[in-house]
């Protein structure tokens, strides 16, 4: 199973976690890492180090950031340069983290990335385009 890292600003991991926490409860080899303004890009590289060293024993890390070309973003993909046991996904959200965390035990790290993203973008919608799929499928379902 990989183990999974959650890194993003402010209380972007911290936060998601607590959301995380409430709806399926705590998830084994699991490490959320907050970046606040007052933090280094030095110091965030040491914690997600030591959080990589905490996850050792995990047959792979998927790193959860959450915006593409953030610091959190770069540091993980520095880190996962050339180790094909690694993967970085950006624009996390919670549909995401919440979808990968219950299924992550099944899947290859390839097969994890192709959901995660397709979780991802299941997680982005409006309650208009909701709604008109809903009436779209009903619509289909009473013609003859």
């Known amino acids: 199973m990989p ?4 890194c993003g600003h402010g209380g972007f991991a ?12 705590e998830q084994d080899d699991f490490i ?3 970046f606040p303004a007052e933090s280094t ?3 965030l590289t040491q914690e997600l180090e030591t959080a990589l060293e905490q996850l050792k024993q995990c047959d792979s890390v998927i790193f959860l950031t959450d915006i593409l070309g953030g610091t959190p973003f ?4 520095t880190l996962s340069q050339g180790r094909a046991d690694r993967e970085v ?3 996390t959200n919670l549909q995401l983290l919440l979808e990968m965390s219950l299924e992550r035990d099944t899947l290859s790290r390839d097969d994890f ?4 993203l ?18 779209c499928c009903e619509t289909e379902d009473e013609g003859i």
Do not use: F, N, Y
């Not at 183990?3 to 959650?6: A, D, H, K, S």
């Open 3 to 6: 183990g999974i890292i959650l």
């Open 14 to 25: 911290s936060g998601l976690e607590k959301a995380m926490l409430q709806i399926i409860g």
């Open 32 to 34: 959320a890492i907050d």
């Open 41 to 43: 890009t030095q110091r």
């Open 74 to 77: 770069r540091v993980s993909a």
């Open 89 to 91: 996904i950006t624009g």
């Open 113 to 116: 990335r192709r959901e995660a």
């Open 118 to 135: 397709a979780c991802g973008h299941r997680g982005l919608t409006s309650l208009t385009d909701e709604l008109q799929r809903a009436r």
